[in-house]
Structure formats: structure tokens, C-alpha cells
């Protein structure tokens, strides 16, 4: 199984960017997908999980209404896409695969993204 994150980089306050995870090695279309975050001397925190089909999706409170998770089945790729960013939101950005347990914890991800990093400059 692989994980393969991208789109991050540098932008500034106010400023969007979509990243991708291109998932290979399993039937992607199955799996419950999750997006998290690691800013540096942090811990690993939630930022969003959608199901399976597209149909539910979850946000962190740090996330409702600026960012958006969405997935295409067909290419087996989960996006996150990221408004009004914020300083605050600098971190790397981590897909992970969903197997169980719950959404908000890394426990539940046995496999994982290399991580994309987002810098939001002031």
C-alpha cells in the first residue's frame, strides 16, 4: 500500500491551496479516508476524514468551513482542499487510510502518507 501526498508549499495569509494523495495498492474506493497535520514539536492532530463513498464527511473545529475534503474513486485520490489559511496552520499534512477505531485518532491509520508541507506566512 502507498500513500502519496503533494500540493503543499508556501502561501500567504488569506491564501488556498488543494493538496492530493494518490493512493495505490489497495481498493481505495473501500477505505474511509482521513487527513491529518503535524506542526513542528506538536503532536499529530485530526483535521478531517471522509467515508468510503464520498457521502459523510468530518472536520476538526480548527478546519469547518475553510477547509474541504472531497475524493475521486475512479483515480484513487483523496484531496483537501484548504481556504483562508492562517499561520496557525503551518504543518505538514499527512493521508492516511482508515481501518477502524476512531476517525480522530492515528491509532486508526495503519498506513500513511510521506506528508506535504504547508507553510502560511503573515
Known amino acids: 500500500v502507498q500513500l502519496q501526498a503533494s500540493g503543499g508549499g508556501l502561501v500567504q495569509t488569506g491564501g488556498s491551496l488543494r493538496l492530493s494523495c494518490v493512493v495505490s495498492?489497495?481498493?481505495?474506493?473501500?477505505?474511509?479516508m482521513a487527513w491529518f497535520r503535524q506542526a513542528p514539536g506538536k503532536e499529530r492532530d485530526f483535521v478531517s476524514a471522509?467515508?468510503?463513498?464520498?457521502?459523510?464527511?468530518y472536520y476538526a473545529d480548527s478546519a469547518k468551513g475553510r477547509f474541504t475534503i472531497s475524493r475521486d474513486n475512479t483515480k484513487n485520490i483523496l484531496y483537501l482542499q484548504m481556504n483562508s489559511l492562517k499561520p496557525g496552520d503551518t504543518a505538514v499534512y499527512y493521508c492516511?487510510?482508515?481501518?477502524?477505531?476512531?476517525?480522530?485518532?492515528?491509532?486508526?491509520?495503519?498506513?500513511w502518507g510521506q506528508g506535504t508541507l504547508v507553510t502560511v506566512s503573515s
Open positions: 492516511a487510510l482508515f481501518e477502524g477505531g476512531g476517525y480522530y485518532h492515528t491509532a486508526s491509520y495503519p498506513f
Open positions: 495498492g489497495i481498493h481505495f474506493k473501500h477505505y474511509d
Open positions: 471522509i467515508t468510503w463513498n464520498g457521502r459523510t464527511t
